[in-house]
């Protein structure tokens, strides 16, 4: 592997793994959101905080890290965006800081979608802000979205994303794995409720 493809590895990574929610709860009196609700360090947890800003904030901050990851990378080494836009998702689900406790990639892979392919990041927000609002499920929004990425990848004639974009919806799903024996007993939460 190339040197650049290396730094732009480490530059994904880096960037990826910013707990921003676990940042901005500590900033503004919070506490520690891994002792919070479901214990994740996404917007959705943050939200249990009580306040709705500082999920927003935290929401805005994981799609931008894996925005400015696609596109710094490509800007420094033309070609390794793709490269850096995986190692941010793997960044952010699997944060060296934090024992490799990371979040559930949703917001994370809209931003790297955004510096990739915007059409195909549009029809992802639209499927997880549908059904977020239709179903006020948030886990179930969220691995959606991530499932109709590879599939709009597929229709959009982009076979250079879709098999990355597998990989990384097979990723976010696994994250959501504890939701989803909630959702089989009929357990999971809607949001403003309880976990999630």
């Known amino acids: 592997m190339s040197s650049s493809l290396l730094l732009a590895l480490a530059l ?36 249990r905080t009580g306040s709705k800003g500082l999920a927003a904030a935290t ?6 890290k894996g925005t400015a990851a696609v596109l710094l990378a490509e800007y420094l080494w033309p ?13 952010h689900l699997y944060p060296v800081w934090l024992r490799f406790k990371g979040g559930k990639g949703v917001a994370t892979l809209l931003g790297i979608l955004i510096g990739l392919a915007w059409p195909i990041a549009a029809i992802y927000a639209a499927v997880w802000i549908g059904l977020l609002l239709m179903l006020r499920i948030s886990s179930v929004a969220g691995m959606s979205a991530a499932v109709s990425a590879p599939i709009a990848a597929a229709l959009m004639g982009r076979p250079e994303l879709t098999t ?3 990989a990384f919806a097979v990723l976010v799903v696994w994250q959501h794995r504890a939701n989803l024996v909630r959702l089989r007993a009929g357990t999971e939460p809607r949001v403003g409720r309880s976990k999630a």
């Open 79 to 91: 070609g390794a965006g793709r490269i850096a836009g995986g190692a941010a998702l793997v960044g």
């Open 164 to 166: 990355m974009l597998a």
């Open 12 to 47: 994904g990574y880096l960037l990826g793994s910013i707990p921003f929610g676990l940042i901005l709860t500590r900033l503004f009196g919070k506490g520690d959101i891994r002792a919070i609700g479901s214990g994740n360090i996404g917007a959705t947890n943050v939200l």
């Open 59 to 64: 929401l805005i901050l994981d799609a931008l």
